[in-house]
């Protein structure tokens, strides 16, 4: 029965990309079905988070010794060159400045748990990926507050404090907690395990209909140009990921992992610190950033699943 549940968990998660569309249709048609969720984004951001620190053990941090070059590399795109790009898309598609701060918290946030079940579809360097993924989480609390302030600085006045505060509870306190837990409640982990990435991916879709819901009618009058630098930041990362995998010849695995590792943002995080610090306005990036990204990550996942390894592994640098 548990094997059968199992099984039955993964299939969902890996087209949860269907789900995600469906719910964020109906967030726009029908807002009031998700308003109900505003009040608890916090909330559960925390949770998705604390799952993602039941998952961690505190030796899966050795594959930053073991791989320096590859953790640092994977840490730059996601923060330095994310932001950047995120920050000349607000200047080409002439932004707004609530909508542009928006962008550049999708920029500068660490990457998303999302991309750990992709790594995990795409047949992809999972270890890696959910190394990645932790270690830009810790270090968010100082880059993405840093990041946010220098490139947002330009068009709103950021308070740097505030942000460190908010992300260490939405983020850092529940991780935390999360590796606790799995130190100290083994048995309850190792059953939960199995269903962490669709409670994960089913949280998610409540927040992404819950912001999309508060949004809606601002979503729809802000024309197309939030949504193609959305489009475009999201692409961008990926396909730049893909290029600097190849440019430091990573394995296939590790390659597909680094891709989806540096387009795939925790949106859901760069929402909540838009709707505390700035305003609505600022988390439609937020919101559209984490409906394309499961359109294209499901997208690119699959495609990479249908494919066999192109290239032998490599030594690590």
Not at 21 to 47: N, Q, R
Not at 152 to 173: A, E, Q, R, T, Y
Request: hydrophobic residues 55%; charged residues 10%.
């Amino acid at each position: 029965m548990l094997r059968l549940a199992i099984k039955i968990s993964a299939t969902i998660t890996r087209y949860m990309g269907i789900v995600v569309i469906a719910c964020s249709v109906l967030a726009l048609w029908k807002p009031e079905f998700f308003l109900w969720v505003a009040p608890y984004i916090t909330i559960f951001l925390g949770l998705i988070m604390f799952g993602m620190g039941m998952t961690l053990r505190v030796g899966d941090f050795s594959h930053v010794l073991a791989n320096p070059g590859r953790i640092l590399m994977g840490i730059t795109a996601q923060f330095v060159i994310m932001s950047l790009l995120a920050f000349i898309l607000c200047h080409l598609c002439a932004l707004p400045p609530d909508i542009a701060m928006g962008l550049i918290l999708v920029g500068a946030a660490p990457g998303g748990t999302a991309a750990n079940v992709l790594a995990y579809i795409a047949k992809g360097n999972v270890p890696y990926a959910v190394t990645l993924t932790s270690v830009g989480t810790f270090l968010s609390l100082i880059l993405m507050p840093l990041f946010t302030w220098f490139l947002g600085g330009v068009w709103i006045p950021v308070d740097v404090w505030g942000l460190m505060l908010s992300i260490s509870k939405i983020v850092v306190v529940p991780v935390l907690l999360g590796l606790v837990a799995h130190r100290f409640c083994n048995s309850f982990t190792q059953t939960a395990l199995p269903f962490l990435p669709l409670l994960s991916a089913l949280i998610i879709t409540l927040v992404v209909a819950g912001i999309l819901a508060i949004n809606a009618e601002n979503i729809l009058m802000a024309g197309l140009d939030i949504l193609v630098a959305v489009v475009c930041l999201n692409i961008s990362g990926l396909g730049l990921g893909s290029f600097l995998a190849r440019f430091m010849r990573f394995d296939t695995s590790t390659a597909r992992a680094f891709c989806l590792s540096v387009g795939t943002k925790n949106s859901g995080l760069a929402t909540a610190l838009a709707l505390a610090h700035f305003s609505s306005s600022a988390a439609i990036a937020g919101a559209l950033y984490s409906v394309w990204q499961n359109i294209s990550g499901a997208l690119l996942s699959n495609f990479f699943h249908t494919r066999q390894q192109e290239f032998p592994p490599t030594k690590d640098k």
